[in-house]
């Protein structure tokens, strides 16, 4: 596999391999002797896992690092921690013969690897606050968030400082399918708030968040319950938190509120302009927070951004302005 992948990555001239590792231990000891732009990691390893490897690596030394792992429910768990952890993105591992299919995801993994190169990870993870429930009377909110490349970690901090009897909340996170659901799951066991893969005619309530499965948009009905459909993709994605913030936007007006994280590309960017326009408030993550800042920038063009914040100040205003 690991020969395949130098190959691969070498057929490209914009890139260089400059090294290789048969573990964790042995990874981290060539990055720190040969600092490279971009590490590739398995999750499954001799000696030290993937999973202990990101960890220690963005401990010591924060580079960007791309999962390329099987997409089995174990290794997926194990995938979503690691992003969790500060992996900039992930590229399932071939399931067949590995020398016919490594052409399948050869195009998605030469792309990866060039954005994480740009990839802003030595932003820093921001420390978790005790989170408390709320005695404030409560509006009646709807929090739609959308993010992309960096956002599994950006989401999993907003939802750990929110508390159980928080607003809906709507999430868009572009993920492969079978991913969302389990990202779901993890956040679930992790947050006070309930959180679950939203499902066709889900109830929009307080205290749940709702995250679009990977193919299908998520669209906000004016009975408050999400529709779930897979009509063409929207800024090149399905689903398309454009979608889902200008339905939310219809059908919730002014109680809506915006929030576009990290992210490569512009979805969202007309999702907050829709928000803006019926009188709700909108939030984007500030670039040095980043790790991409390309949803956050497109957003902001639009001129309809209320507030640009650090992420670690962003749940702390959700939590003002969801309160009366």
């Known amino acids: 596999m690991q020969k395949v992948l130098v190959g691969l990555l070498q057929s490209d001239p914009q ?32 000696k030290m896992n993937g999973l202990t490897a990101v960890r220690k ?14 997409l089995t429910q174990r290794e997926a768990q194990l995938t979503l921690k690691a992003l969790e952890l500060g992996a900039v993105d992930y590229v ?19 792309s990866k690897i060039k954005t994480a190169a740009s990839a802003n990870i030595r932003c820093g993870k921001p420390k978790m606050t005790e989170v408390t429930t709320s005695k404030g009377k409560r509006s009646e909110k709807i929090i739609s968030i959308a993010a992309s490349t960096g956002g599994p970690a950006a989401i999993s901090y907003v939802l750990k ?39 066709n005619g889900d109830l929009i309530r307080d205290g749940v968040a709702l995250i679009a499965p990977a193919g299908l948009h998520m669209i906000v009905t004016k009975n408050c319950r999400v529709k779930l ?14 979608v889902t913030m200008k339905s939310a936007a219809e059908a919730y007006e002014s109680k809506n509120i915006g929030v576009v994280l990290t992210g490569l590309g512009a979805d969202g960017a007309e999702g907050i302009e ?26 902001i ?7 640009v914040l650090p992420l670690e100040y962003i749940p702390k205003l959700l939590l003002r302005a969801c309160e009366d």
Not at 94 to 110: A, N, Q, Y
Not at 301 to 307: A, E, L, Y
Request: one cysteine or more; hydrophobic letters at 40%; proline letters at 9%.
């Open 229 to 242: 459909a897979d009509g063409s993709p929207v800024n090149y994605v399905r689903p398309s938190a454009d």
């Open 161 to 199: 400082n929110i508390p159980e009897n928080s607003p809906p909340i709507l999430i868009v996170q572009h993920m492969k399918k079978g991913m969302t659901k389990l990202f779901a799951e993890m956040l679930n066991q992790e947050c006070k708030i309930k959180v679950k893969e939203a499902e």
């Open 92 to 110: 399932p591992k071939p399931s067949g013969p590995i020398s016919l299919d490594m052409d399948t995801v050869k195009e998605e993994l030469i």
């Open 15 to 46: 890139l260089t391999v400059v090294g290789t590792a048969r573990n964790g231990e042995e990874a981290l000891s060539k990055i720190a002797l040969l600092n490279p732009d971009v590490v590739t990691m398995d999750i499954e390893m001799p």
């Open 57 to 70: 690596i963005m401990e010591t030394n924060p580079l960007p690092v791309v999962m390329v792992s099987a």
């Open 301 to 307: 063009k639009t001129g309809c951004v209320d507030f």
């Open 274 to 299: 829709a928000i803006k326009k019926k009188g709700g408030l909108t939030i984007a993550q500030d670039e040095k927070t980043c790790v991409v800042f390309g949803m956050p920038a497109a957003a």
